[in-house]
T-cell receptor, first 115, second 114 residues
């Protein structure tokens, strides 16, 4: 499984765009990049997933350069309610019955939005 | 109703006691997982199950056991609880089709061992 590195914490202000970068230098050809969000005392929830270039949904955008060794989660115009821990995960699609097919959550990035 | 339900939500138990945390899901997923979360350590995988007859150890399985009673139910047991098992425990599910939407987590069980 590809190891990921992301900042431990970040602060930002309401209304700003926030970019959280994740490094995954040994990403494999079949690996996808997935981001999860976790609010205090809740389980993580899926935000966005991508393989290359750019993916956008109603919550965020995910930018992946051509070499795929890093990715950037972009949250537009954040609000106080975006304060959470954000996890970057890298791994294969979960459709294969592979004993090693499990995703490991790291420590994530603790994002604190200030008023 | 929640897709993944964990019971109890909170539990305080004494050292040496046996305790079971339960998880049930209505998503129809084959795969289920138990994670543990400690402050500053992120989520760590305890056990996972790909179907009723397929159970596997994760990163930190020592001191824990699991039972997959049915596709929808996956229980985690602490045979003899110890204080360093105090943590927030999460159950999660995922399917094994070509979908890419990942994991669905429960709301967690906060366990305190005194």
């Amino acid at each position: 499984l590809a190891k990921t590195t992301q900042p431990i914490s970040m602060d930002s202000y309401e209304g700003q765009e926030v970019n959280i970068t994740c490094s995954h230098n040994n990403i494999a050809t079949n690996d996808y990049i997935t981001w999860y969000q976790q609010f205090p005392s809740q389980g993580p929830r899926f935000i966005i997933q991508g393989y290359k270039t750019k993916v956008t949904n109603e919550v965020a955008s995910l930018f992946i350069p051509a070499d795929r060794k890093s990715s950037t989660l972009s949250l537009p115009r954040v609000s106080l309610s975006d304060t959470a821990v954000y996890y970057c995960l890298v791994g294969e699609l979960i459709y294969r019955r592979n004993r090693d097919d499990k995703i490991i959550f790291g420590k994530g990035t603790r994002l604190h939005i200030l008023p | 109703d929640a897709d993944v339900t964990q019971t109890p939500r909170n539990r305080i138990t004494k050292t040496g006691k046996r305790i079971m945390l339960e998880c049930s899901q209505t998503k129809g997923h084959d795969r289920m997982y138990w994670y543990r979360q400690d402050p500053g350590l992120g989520l760590r995988l305890i056990y996972y199950s790909f179907d009723v007859k397929d159970i596997n150890k994760g990163e930190i399985s020592d001191g824990y056991s699991v039972s997959r009673q049915a596709q929808a139910k996956f229980s985690l047991s602490l045979e003899s609880a110890i204080p360093n098992q105090t943590a927030l425990y999460f159950c999660a599910t995922s399917d094994d089709t070509g979908q890419v939407y990942g994991y669905t987590f429960g709301s967690g069980t906060r366990l305190t061992v005194v």
